[in-house]
Structure formats: C-alpha cells, structure tokens
C-alpha cells in the first residue's frame, strides 16, 4: 500500500529539497563498488530511478501563493 503525504514548502524549501535530492543522487552514483554483482548494479539503478522520479515529483509540485 502507498500512503501519501501532504506538505506545504515555500519556494525556497522546494528548492533545497531539490538540491538535497541532486546530493543524494550524486552520492549513489559516486558510490564505489570494488566488486559490483548484478544485484548491487540493479540496485544502484532502482536507487537512482526512485531519486529522480522523486525528485521530478517534487520539481512538478506547483507552488501556491498565499
């Protein structure tokens, strides 16, 4: 089951969530793996999936004035 969740973010908490998102996707890829199995590479790409559409997620999010 997903459960979703509301939050409201002014512009400039959006923007650092983004930038929190793009940190941690660097790190995944940056990531060394002395010896990598086809599991950990399957891993690291479902990882970097689930970031980024994340991260597209919360780049749609429209912002609203109050």
Same mark, same amino acid.
């Given at each position: 089951?997903?459960? $979703?969740? $509301?939050?409201?973010?002014?512009?400039?908490?959006?923007?650092?969530?983004?930038?929190?998102? !793009?940190? %941690? !996707?660097?790190?995944?890829?940056?990531?060394?793996?002395?010896?990598? $199995?086809?599991?950990?590479?399957?891993? !690291?790409?479902?990882?970097?999936?689930? %970031? $980024?559409?994340?991260?597209?997620? %919360?780049?749609?999010?429209?912002?609203?004035?109050?």
């Amino acid at each position: 089951m997903n459960e $979703t969740i $509301t939050l409201e973010l002014t512009k400039d908490q959006k923007e650092i969530l983004l930038r929190g998102l !793009r940190f %941690v !996707r660097s790190s995944i890829m940056l990531d060394i793996n002395d010896l990598p $199995t086809n599991e950990s590479e399957d891993e !690291r790409r479902s990882n970097l999936r689930q %970031v $980024t559409e994340l991260a597209e997620h %919360v780049n749609r999010a429209a912002v609203m004035a109050h």
